[in-house]
């Protein structure tokens, strides 16, 4: 892996070159391995969180791991083309526009004991900026190269929470066109729904159950790139002891594993049938 500036990332996806990098300030990572006509993404899955901030929030550690969605990238780490960011969503949320991407509460507490500076809050949003340079470059260029492109935006939530039983796998289709794009949303509802999980995991798939799929990442994409379809998927935290804050990583290598063929063949059926909507 290599550390890379802004502009050298920008400058490797025009030369459509292979490589593996984190951004030079270390708040996302950038795999491309081959240039295919789909993208994962895991926005959430970071959990540092620059010091500067530690003695002025009053959530904990475990306050910040508990909202945000670890081991997303670990499940789709093994693809081509893999972007994640690094940062916890408690500095600045990748999937919030930049105006509301800086909370100053989270969950019905108060996170910052002082409102932040304004030289802190731009040092968040030029990391958020920087994100979204590189996410209109790689979608611009796989749109470029195979017309259409679809986007795995993986996410997780707190189930435990919920007075009601709730899906394993959510699908927000709420901002997409699914009037083009329904049957692979539906597709992919089926797909995740035939995930066997360890240790007697009930395996379930809804769309628009628990979550809309409202996000900025999703949103941004869809705003800007006609040809592309993200689809915000969210796994229940059923791969981990959402109180305990362990992982159980027989679960999140079982997920890992069988993506490996079902994500695929969902994307090869995308590419093959929208193709030639173009």
Not at 22 to 39: A, E, G, H, R
Not at 109 to 127: D, F, I, R, Y
Not at 144 to 149: H, L, N, Q, S
Not at 183 to 189: I, K
Request: hydrophobic share 35%; with cysteine.
């Amino acid at each position: 892996m290599q550390k890379l500036t802004i502009n050298q990332i920008i400058k490797k996806i025009e030369l459509e070159e292979t490589f593996e990098a984190v951004s030079d300030d270390y708040s996302f990572t950038l795999k491309i391995d081959k240039y295919v006509p789909f993208i994962c993404g895991a926005v959430h899955d970071g959990h540092q969180f620059r010091k500067t901030l530690w003695n002025n929030c009053l959530h904990t550690e475990y306050d910040r791991w508990f909202e945000e969605d670890p081991a997303t990238k670990l499940m789709i780490q093994s693809f081509p083309i893999v972007i994640a960011g690094c940062d916890s969503r408690f500095e600045y949320d990748l999937n919030r526009a930049p105006e509301s991407a800086i909370y100053t509460d989270a969950w019905g507490k108060q996170l910052w004991k002082s409102p932040l500076s304004e030289k802190e809050k731009e040092l968040s949003l030029q990391k958020h900026a920087n994100f979204y340079k590189i996410v209109n470059e790689l979608v611009s260029k796989i749109e470029e190269k195979f017309g259409v492109a679809i986007v795995y935006d993986m996410h997780s939530y707190n189930w435990k929470r919920w007075d009601r039983e709730v899906p394993t796998f959510n699908i927000g289709s709420g901002k997409i066109d699914n009037q083009r794009f329904g049957n692979t949303v539906e597709l992919w509802r089926k797909t995740l729904s035939e995930i066997k999980l360890p240790n007697g995991i009930k395996s379930t798939s809804k769309i628009n159950d628990v979550f809309k799929g409202n996000g900025y990442f999703l949103g941004f994409i869809t705003s800007n790139f006609k040809n592309t379809l993200v689809l915000a998927t969210e796994i229940k935290k059923i791969y981990c002891d959402e109180y305990q804050q362990i992982l159980f990583p027989e679960v999140v290598k079982s997920i890992e594993n069988q993506l490996k063929s079902k994500l695929l063949n969902h994307a090869d059926n995308f590419y093959n049938t929208h193709r030639k909507d173009v």
